[in-house]
């Protein structure tokens, strides 16, 4: 029981009120990069919910069965930049051929992921909260979903934003970032939320 | 030291291992994918504008390869690159000439405005209250639909208020032309210069009272032009781009200014001239010609 109320904190946690982009400002350069249309904003969130999953369930078991019995734990960093480049690599190659649907819908964006420090940071974050393999797992998933809620209610502001009134000199970035740190704003309003 | 060591190593191994992997994973998962299409690729324009409908430029040029689509799809690549791809596709080079976009209204300030709209700046949008602010439901609303679909800033809206293509920088890619509400943009071929610059298609009346520059029918071009390229369609005139030499006859006849370039009142009344003394003259040929046959036949 109390494992599940451990999985369903981090689940909160990790998309509301530790959400990567507005309360831990990771992987920001996506997040405004791509999230100008809802349409490719859907498909980054999804990539890097994909990723960041799947990346720390590896990265947890590179570190726990090679890093911790050398006492490297000090190569986390440098280790994981290479765990999760190999891997978006391989994701890219196994979804071309077994699934061309999958690799055409997310194709554009899983290279990008590569630089995307969200998913470096949940790989670190994991093992800064000694979370197991299971904990890992669903914070890296979830923390994904808290990507995909952020830079998909971004881009559907930003769609609005075309038809709002501001000053001209405000056009294009400008607004986006003041969008974002409003937006970084609201969601602190979940910085109070406790389970139990 | 042993620390470093270590280090190394084990980074060492654990990078070649993933090379290793991936290696092996690059043969397994190969896909077999023609090298054509990447030769393609490099020969499209790659703006990824979507104006050929396909996603992107690598959907363009996968659909090339297959022979789904023209080798010339991609408009902004221009004639070379198209032959370049034809070449790579082993077939004959497509002839025809660069063609650009062409707004057919030229009303903007001189259309009748039905009532004055404030809501967002987009032809769309504005279309959809009471089916626009203008009088004719053919006419350019001026909001910039275009411009803002436009990847190459060709597009811009003119002093007039109705928007115009710089052919220079046009690429005829199509995306205005999707973007416009009332269909007025088309392609025309880009070394003609004398366009029809109304789409209205309402009877000569109707049309006359709702803009200063529109198409009436009134047919005047039809009868002036010498080489039959002028045709009143559907109560609009249209040129037959094939047959037009471009000699501006129709825009010195015009009495609505609705083809481009414009004659200024002055190459009007001297056009006008010229007519009139050509007239009398014809008429004094004639008249000598009978006087003439009269003598004779007595």
């Given at each position: 029981m109390d494992q599940i109320f451990e999985l369903l904190a981090i689940t909160l946690g990790a998309i509301l009120a530790n959400n990567f982009i507005f309360s831990q400002f990771l992987g920001i350069c996506p997040f405004l990069g791509v999230s100008k249309k809802v349409d490719t904003a859907v498909g980054m969130g999804i990539a890097v919910t994909f990723v960041m999953g799947l990346a720390s369930a590896i990265t947890w078991a590179v570190n726990q069965f090679i890093l911790v019995p050398f006492d490297l734990g000090y190569m986390q960093t440098v280790a994981f930049i290479l765990v999760i480049a190999a891997l978006v690599q391989f994701i890219e190659m196994f979804l071309q051929k077994s699934m061309p649907s999958l690799y055409t819908a997310l194709g554009v964006y899983l290279p990008l992921i590569t630089t995307n420090c969200a998913v470096l940071g949940v790989a670190l974050l994991n093992m800064q909260n000694n979370y197991n393999f299971i904990e890992s797992v669903v914070y890296g998933i979830t923390g994904g979903l808290g990507f995909l809620l952020a830079i998909v209610l971004f881009a559907s502001i930003r769609e609005r934003l075309v038809f709002a009134d501001y000053?001209?000199?405000?056009?294009?970035f400008p607004i986006a970032l003041v969008t974002a740190g409003l937006m970084a704003l609201a969601f602190m309003g979940f910085s109070g939320l406790k389970i139990w | 030291m042993m620390n470093v060591i270590y280090a190394i190593l084990v980074l060492g191994i654990l990078g070649a291992v993933f090379g290793l992997v991936l290696a092996v994973a690059s043969k397994i998962f190969e896909v077999k994918k023609d090298p054509r299409e990447e030769a393609v690729l490099s020969h499209?324009?790659?703006?990824?504008?979507?104006g050929c409908g396909f996603p992107g430029c690598a959907g363009c040029a996968a659909a090339i390869v297959a022979g789904?689509?023209?080798?010339?799809?991609?408009?902004?690549?221009?004639a070379e690159n198209a032959a370049a791809i034809a070449e790579i596709m082993g077939q004959a080079a497509p002839t025809g000439e660069r063609q650009v976009a062409f707004v057919r209204?030229?009303?903007?300030?001189n259309a009748k405005k039905r009532f004055e709209y404030r809501g967002v700046q987009d032809c769309i949008s504005a279309t959809k209250v009471a089916a626009g602010p203008l009088d004719c439901a053919f006419g350019c609303l001026g909001f910039g639909s275009c411009v803002n679909a436009c990847q190459f800033g060709a597009m811009s809206i003119g002093p007039n208020g109705s928007a115009v293509v710089d052919p220079d920088k046009?690429?005829?890619?199509g995306a205005c032309m999707t973007a416009c509400p009332r269909h007025l943009i088309t392609s025309v071929p880009a070394s003609k210069k004398v366009h029809v610059a109304c789409a209205n298609q309402d009877k000569g009346k109707a049309a006359m009272s709702v803009c200063a520059n529109s198409c009436i029918g009134c047919g005047l071009c039809q009868k002036e032009c010498k080489k039959d390229a002028i045709h009143v369609v559907n109560g609009v005139a249209v040129i037959d781009y094939e047959k037009c030499v471009g000699c501006k006859l129709c825009t010195k006849v015009c009495p609505r200014d609705a083809i481009l370039p414009a004659a200024t009142a002055e190459e009007k009344e001297k056009y006008k001239a010229i007519k009139k003394a050509q007239a009398e003259k014809a008429a004094a040929a004639k008249k000598a010609a009978e006087e003439a046959a009269a003598a004779s036949a007595q």
């Open positions: 000053p001209k000199n405000w056009e294009g | 499209l324009a790659g703006a990824n504008c979507g789904d689509a023209p080798v010339n799809a991609c408009a902004p690549a221009g209204c030229n009303g903007g300030v046009c690429t005829n890619c």
